[in-house]
Antibody, heavy 118, light 110 residues
Framework: EVQLVESGGGLIKPGGSLRLSCAVSGFTFTNGWMSWVRQAPGKGLEWVGLIKAKNDGGTTHYAAPVKDRFSISRDDSKNTLYLQMNSLKSEDTAVYYC?????????WGQGTLVTVSS | QSALTQPPSASGSPGQSVTISCTGTSSDVGGYNYVSWYQQHPGKAPKLMIYEVSKRPSGVPDRFSGSKSGNTASLTVSGLQAEDEADYYCSSYAGINNLVFGIGTKVTVL
């Protein structure tokens, strides 16, 4: 069974930094393109970014609102995906989900809540 | 990149069909056959229901079907059941490694 477990969320002040993790099991993580998607309270889904498999270049790509502030990385030896979030703003408050895939997110974690507030 | 347009709500009685539209542009929905649909129940993670316009992942009932015409994609739920009441989101590849979601549609089973 494929499982994704996000962690690292919490309350952070504006301008602060936070790193989210997503531990993946039951799936050949090395071959997978991985994405982060967020959902502000009471709002819709918003794509955050993508990291391709190393075999496909391992490149990262970001949505405009987070580009230059967020960074996605992966540790294939630990089957873990990361989202480094810097210069956080109140509008970054959301549940952050990791998902396997890009345009077809087949498996999702339960999400981790990030609250940016003073 | 602007969010794809979906109706805020849709409804139907048990056993009926409901169709949700997802309108974009030639730079996203109209330009690629990479449209997906997700179902999300309150407090839960999204679940993939349709990918690449009309393909169903294993385990998704064939009551769910997808299609596309021009810049508009559609999700049809036939034989509505109580458990189909949820929020539904479309998404589309938007070129240059970019993805855009729809604003979401709340489906109510009357």
């Amino acid at each position: 069974e494929v499982q994704l477990v996000e962690s690292g969320g919490g309350l952070i002040k504006p301008g602060g930094s936070l790193r989210l993790s997503c531990a993946v099991s039951g799936f050949t993580f090395t071959n997978g393109w991985m994405s982060w998607v967020r959902q502000a309270p009471g709002k819709g889904l918003e794509w955050v970014g993508l990291i391709k498999a190393k075999n496909d270049g391992g490149t990262t790509h970001y949505a405009a609102p987070v580009k230059d502030r967020f960074s996605i990385s992966r540790d294939d030896s630990k089957n873990t995906l990361y989202l480094q979030m810097n210069s956080l703003k109140s509008e970054d408050t959301a549940v952050y989900y990791c998902t396997i895939g890009f345009w077809n997110g087949r498996n999702w974690g339960q999400g981790t809540l990030v609250t940016v507030s003073s | 990149q602007s969010a794809l347009t979906q109706p805020p709500s849709a409804s139907g009685s048990p056993g009926q069909s409901v169709t949700i539209s997802c309108t974009g542009t030639s730079s996203d929905v109209g330009g690629y056959n990479y449209v997906s649909w997700y179902q999300q129940h309150p407090g839960k993670a999204p679940k993939l229901m349709i990918y690449e316009v009309s393909k169903r992942p294993s385990g998704v009932p064939d009551r769910f079907s997808g299609s596309k015409s021009g810049n508009t994609a559609s999700l049809t739920v036939s034989g509505l059941q109580a458990e189909d009441e949820a929020d539904y989101y479309c998404s589309s590849y938007a070129g240059i490694n970019n993805l855009v979601f729809g604003i979401g549609t709340k489906v109510t089973v009357l």
